[in-house]
């Protein structure tokens, strides 16, 4: 059974730093991951996805993600925290790939942004 | 171009009531998913359509819970005998075609069981 699990629940960093949020998967195929952001009374949005292509895959707003098959992973990350960057983060897997894409959502990380 | 739209945005119900909460796709979208989202975590998979097809409900929690697409186009979710565990936010997604496709979501409704 395919699976995601976010390592931190809540990250906070302050404006102009590095943003990390971690996840690592489970999956007994070739998985297809994905990175989507929830902000406060707004629908999910797509960041970014991984489907087997490049394993370093660029999203939008500056957030990029890294496949890394040996260590189950597939981290966000984003160079430097703007304060709209503030809300829920969830790293998601499709089950199964390649079939109608039923999501499977990681638990989230909220990420807090301050000046 | 509009979105993934759901009604009511906020429902709130007494226990025991039926509800029933609405999602207009995004149009000529083949695929339509429910997913239920509790209190602070992920959301999770309810129920898929192909056009009016209802290929996969295997995350409906119970028989209480029962959704159509009978056009192909809007889907409704209905709720009966709702219960307070039943509370949480129901989240709609539509997507263009099948194989990895991007989904929308739309805002979700909110359900609050008292």
């Known amino acids: 059974a395919q699976s995601v699990t976010q390592l931190d629940s809540h990250v906070s960093v302050s404006e102009g730093t590095p943003v990390l949020l971690r996840c690592n998967y489970s999956s007994s195929y070739s998985p297809s991951l994905f990175w989507y952001v929830q902000h406060p009374n707004k629908g999910l949005q797509l960041l970014l996805k991984y489907t087997s292509a490049a394993t370093l895959v660029k999203g939008i707003n500056g957030f990029e993600a890294e496949f890394k098959k040996s260590e189950t992973s597939f981290h966000l990350t984003k160079p430097s925290a703007h304060m709209s960057d503030a809300a829920e983060y969830f790293c998601v897997v499709s089950d199964p790939p390649g079939g109608y894409n039923k999501l499977i959502f990681g638990a989230g990380t909220r990420l807090a942004v301050h000046p | 171009g509009a979105g993934v739209s759901q009604s009511p945005r906020y429902k709130v119900a007494k226990r025991g009531q039926d509800v029933a909460l609405r999602c207009d796709p995004i149009?000529?979208?083949?695929?339509l998913f429910w997913y239920q989202q509790a209190l602070g975590q992920g959301p999770e998979f309810l129920t898929y359509f192909q056009n009016e097809a209802q290929l996969d409900k295997s995350g409906l929690p119970s028989d209480r819970f029962f959704a159509e697409r009978p056009e192909g186009s809007v889907s409704t979710l209905k709720i009966q005998r709702t219960q307070q565990e039943d509370s949480a936010v129901y989240l709609c997604a539509s997507s263009k075609g099948l194989a990895a496709s991007e989904q929308y979501f739309g805002p979700g409704t909110r359900l609050t069981v008292t």
């Open positions: 149009s000529g979208h083949v695929s």
